[in-house]
């Protein structure tokens, strides 16, 4: 088992990262219990392969579960499964001093976070996040929330869980798309801070997406750590912690187009977005001509998506796409914030692109097509 601490000064927490984490849970739950009982959320999908290694490892140690299965998808992180949790867990009589769990994917971290955090004024509790992407991004940095009519995430609350346990061989039950998904994520970190990292990836991501459980231990636990730095740095994202955004400009953009739908997942559209903001550094002068060429050709042997031509279906024009990106809740006084980069592993935040560089490499983009 590996530990990544988070050092936020009276908001600390440990993240594990291991294989059969599940089984330990109640040991490495249980010193943070006020009483033994803890009240899991989860979605179906997750409760019908993983919820019973879950329960059995925490009776190991005595502690009682209660559990709410919701439907799977990104629908969930809605005001009505939100009130549905909310008053689940009031109805179980979770108090103050009590821990609940988020047993899931990203929305399931996020809803249950957002949950907690409201609840009697603000529970503590728990991520086991259970997709590669709730591993190396959602359940670390206390982003919490739902989505709104209005838009993705425009509803929730900063709240730090108390313990992350990654149990990385509930990974081995994913999809092949689910899993390729988070990792978009995780070369997003090797792009925006490490490019030693990104080269081990070029030489090892593969054998991570095939199972190989050091490969894929040493992925997810790089990325925590790099994630976990920065939310260190600037919690609320005042200034550093947008460099966690690489590549999701162009991504939210591609996301709204496709409505959110399982034409793009977000992971996908974060690959396809670093590869943009890696094309837009390259055509403002920023980084050498051969990077974003690099950034392609990893996403590439990973059998990823990597252009606009991957993506099934129309898509809006480049003016089209840059609406889409201007309604962005990253948008401040109507200036677009973008990630760009001067090289792999040494991106930086700027409001100060020309939209006419942006328009041409969506253009290009789009034109590839065909
Ligand atoms: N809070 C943050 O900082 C942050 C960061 C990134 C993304 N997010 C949010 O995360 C969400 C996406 O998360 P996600 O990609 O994990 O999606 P998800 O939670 O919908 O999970 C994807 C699918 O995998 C299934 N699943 C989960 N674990 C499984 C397992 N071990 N085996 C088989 N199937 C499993 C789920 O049922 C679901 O169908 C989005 O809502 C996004 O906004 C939040
Ligand atoms: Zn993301």
Not at 98 to 125: E, K, P, S, T, W
Not at 133 to 148: E, P
Not at 158 to 175: K, N, R
Not at 195 to 215: C, H, I, P, V
Request: proline fraction near 4%; charged fraction near 20%.
């Amino acid at each position: 088992m590996e530990t990544v601490h988070v050092g936020l000064e009276g908001r600390e927490y440990d993240i594990h990262i291991g294989p059969g984490l599940l089984a330990q849970a109640g040991a490495l739950i249980g010193p943070l219990l006020a009483r033994p009982r803890v009240a899991v959320v989860t979605d179906e999908t997750v409760a019908a392969l993983h919820l019973d290694a879950l329960r059995d490892g925490l009776a190991a140690s005595g502690i009682e579960m209660v559990a709410l299965a919701l439907p799977p998808g990104e629908g969930t992180k809605s005001w009505p499964h939100f009130t549905r949790t909310v008053e689940w867990l009031l109805e179980q009589k979770v108090e103050r001093r009590d821990m609940v769990m988020a047993f899931g994917g990203g929305v399931i971290g996020d809803l249950v976070g957002f949950a907690a955090a409201v609840l009697r004024r603000g529970v503590r509790f728990v991520q086991i996040p259970t997709t590669l992407l709730a591993q190396v991004d959602s359940s670390v940095g206390g982003k919490t929330g739902i989505n709104a009519p209005q838009g993705k995430n425009l509803i929730g609350a900063f709240h730090q869980p108390s313990l992350v346990l990654a149990d990385t061989q509930v990974l081995g039950s994913l999809t092949e798309r689910d899993y390729l998904a988070g990792y978009g994520e995780v070369v997003k970190y090797g792009l925006l801070g490490d490019s030693e990292f990104f080269q081990w990836l070029e030489g090892n991501g593969s054998r991570a997406a095939s199972g190989d459980m050091a490969a894929r231990i040493a992925a997810v636990r790089r990325s925590v750590e790099m994630k976990a730095r920065i939310v260190e740095r600037d919690e609320t994202e005042q200034g550093d912690r947008a460099l966690l955004n690489l590549g999701h400009t162009f991504c939210h953009a591609l996301e709204a187009a496709t409505g959110y739908s399982d034409r793009l997942l977000h992971g996908e559209g974060v690959a396809i977005g670093c590869a943009l903001a890696f094309g837009l550094s390259a055509r403002l002068g920023l980084c050498s001509q051969e990077d974003p060429s690099r950034v392609r050709a990893h996403l590439r042997d990973m059998k990823m998506k990597v252009d606009l031509s991957d993506i099934p279906g129309d898509l809006p024009d480049a003016d089209g796409l840059i609406t889409l990106m201007a309604q962005d809740k990253k948008v401040v006084a109507g200036k677009l914030n973008f990630i760009l980069a001067r090289g792999i592993g040494d991106a930086f935040v700027t409001s100060d692109v020309p939209p006419d560089a942006v328009r041409a490499v969506l253009q290009d983009a789009l034109a590839q097509r065909g």
